[in-house]
C-alpha cells in the first residue's frame, strides 16, 4: 500500500473527532434517512456522567460512547432492535461479538486504544452476567460502566411504557450492583435531576443542538499529527461501509487503491493524490442511510427504487461537509455518479464541471463494481470490464482519465482485486 502522509493543511485533531461524529451519526440512520440518534444520545448522558465522576477520562468516554456500537453492522437489523427485545446475545454470535469487533476497529485509528478497550467492555454487567467477557465488579473500567449505564437509559427512554421521569429513575435505581454500580447510579440520577437531561433530549429536533453544545464542552480527543491519522481512519470507516453490505466487502479499499494508481500514473501531485484517496474510501458512506434489500436487490432497480438509491450521494456530500477540513473530499467523493455527459447524478453537471478526482474515482468505482460478483451477475474478467469503460469514453467517462486509467487496469496484479 502507497504511504501517503498528510501534507495538507488539515488540523489531524479536529478532522478526527468530526470524523468519529459523523459516523456516529450515519450509524444510527436506517433506510431513507431515519435516524434513531441512539449513539448521540448515549454519548450525551456519558459526557455529563463521566464530568460527575471521572473528569479526567471525560473525553476518552464521550467518544467511546460515540463509537460503542461500530461493531453491529453485520447484523441484519440495528442493534437497539436486539437490545431492545432483550434478546439473549448469546444465541447471536454476532450480538455477543460486537464489542470484540468495535474495539479491534477502533484501535486501528492512533491514540482510540483507551477508546478501544472501553468499547470492548460496555457491555459487560457489575453482577458478572455480561459480555463478552463474564468480568465483573471493578474489574470492569468505570468509563465502560458509563457508558453502559448511558446505553440503557437510552433504551429504557425508548419504551412506550416508559415515560415519567420518576418511572425512569426507580428503574435506574433497579440498576444498583446489578448492570453497574451504585455509586455510579446514584450519581448518575442526581446529573439526571439537576441538568434536566431526559426533558432536553426527549424531544428529537433538539438533539443535534444538545449534542454540538456537550461536545464542544467536552473537548476533542488530541491526535497526533506525526502519522496519516486521517487516512488511517478513513480506511477503519470504509471498512464499516463494505460491512453493512456483504457483496460489497473490500470495495471501498479496492477504488481507493485503484483511484491512487491511476492519479499517480497521470502525475497528480501528492497533496491532490492524498484527497483521492480518502474520497474513494468514503464515496459510499451515504450507502448507510440505503436499505440492504435496496442495495442487494437482485435485478434492475425500479423506477421508484432508483430515486431513492440516488439519495445516498446527497448524504455522502452533505454528511462530510460537516467535516471542516473535508469540503473538496465532500464534493470529490459524492460526485462520482456525475457523467462526462451530463446524464448523470446528484447535480447533473459534465465535463470540466466534474472535479477530476471524482472523474478519477468514477473509473475505479466502474471497475471493481464490473470486476466483482454481486447478486444481479457475475464478475467480468478484467479485460471484458476494461472494453466496458473504453466504450463509454466521451459518455460516461472522461477521455483524458480513460487513456492514462487502462493501461494501469490492464496490468493490475491479481493480489490487488
Avoid at 473500567?141 to 457508558?147: E, S, V
Avoid at 497533496?271 to 474520497?279: L, P, R
Avoid at 431513492?308 to 452533505?318: L, N
Wanted: hydrophobic share 40%.
Amino acid at each position: 500500500m502507497i504511504n501517503l502522509y498528510n501534507s495538507m493543511d488539515i488540523n489531524t485533531t479536529r478532522t478526527i473527532n468530526e470524523l468519529v461524529s459523523a459516523i456516529a451519526y450515519v450509524l444510527d440512520v436506517m433506510s431513507e434517512g431515519t435516524n434513531l440518534y441512539h449513539s448521540w444520545r448515549v454519548s450525551i448522558f456519558a459526557s455529563q456522567f463521566a464530568k460527575a465522576t471521572a473528569p479526567e477520562e471525560r473525553k476518552t468516554i464521550f467518544y467511546a460512547s460515540l463509537l460503542h456500537d461500530i461493531g453491529y453492522l453485520a447484523l441484519p437489523e440495528h442493534i437497539t432492535h436486539y437490545l431492545f427485545a432483550q434478546e439473549d446475545p448469546t444465541k447471536d454470535p454476532i450480538v455477543l461479538s460486537h464489542p470484540i469487533i468495535g474495539a479491534e476497529l477502533t484501535s486501528q485509528i492512533p491514540n482510540l486504544s483507551t477508546i478501544a478497550k472501553l468499547i470492548l467492555n460496555h457491555h459487560e454487567r457489575y453482577n458478572g452476567r455480561g459480555y463478552p467477557l463474564g468480568k465483573q465488579r471493578n474489574e470492569i473500567p468505570l468509563g465502560a460502566q458509563i457508558i453502559l449505564l448511558s446505553d440503557q437509559l437510552d433504551m429504557l427512554m425508548r419504551n412506550e411504557s416508559v415515560r415519567d421521569i420518576k418511572a425512569i429513575e426507580k428503574e435506574v435505581l433497579s440498576w444498583s450492583n446489578e448492570r453497574v454500580s451504585a455509586e455510579l447510579v446514584e450519581t448518575a440520577i442526581k446529573v439526571l435531576r439537576d441538568e434536566g437531561l431526559i426533558e432536553e433530549i426527549s424531544a428529537k429536533e433538539k438533539i443535534p443542538a444538545v449534542f454540538n453544545r456537550v461536545r464542544a464542552e467536552t473537548g476533542p480527543v488530541d491526535i497526533p499529527g506525526s502519522v496519516d491519522a486521517v487516512g488511517i481512519a478513513c480506511e477503519v470507516f470504509s471498512q464499516l461501509i463494505d460491512t453493512k453490505h456483504p457483496s460489497m466487502i473490500g470495495h471501498s479499499k479496492r477504488v481507493s487503491v485503484y483511484s491512487m494508481l491511476i492519479s499517480l500514473a497521470m502525475n497528480l501531485s501528492h497533496d491532490e493524490i492524498t484527497k483521492i484517496k480518502w474520497a474513494a474510501l468514503l464515496h459510499d458512506v451515504g450507502k448507510l442511510g440505503i436499505a440492504k434489500s435496496l442495495i442487494s436487490k437482485p435485478g434492475k432497480l425500479t423506477p421508484q427504487e432508483f430515486e431513492t438509491m440516488k439519495i445516498h450521494a446527497v448524504f455522502t456530500r452533505e454528511l462530510l461537509e460537516t467535516i471542516t477540513d473535508f469540503k473538496d473530499i465532500a464534493l470529490i467523493a459524492s460526485s462520482d455518479h456525475e457523467r462526462y455527459d451530463g446524464k448523470g447524478y446528484p447535480m447533473g453537471i459534465k465535463g470540466d464541471q466534474i472535479p477530476l478526482g471524482t472523474k478519477i474515482i468514477s473509473v475505479a468505482d466502474a471497475f471493481d463494481a464490473m470486476t466483482s460478483t454481486r447478486t444481479y451477475r457475475k464478475a467480468l474478467i478484467r479485460d471484458s470490464a476494461c472494453d466496458e469503460i473504453e466504450k463509454c469514453s466521451g459518455t460516461q467517462f472522461d477521455p483524458a482519465v480513460v487513456k492514462e486509467a487502462i493501461p494501469v487496469l490492464r496490468n493490475l496484479s491479481f493480489s490487488l482485486m
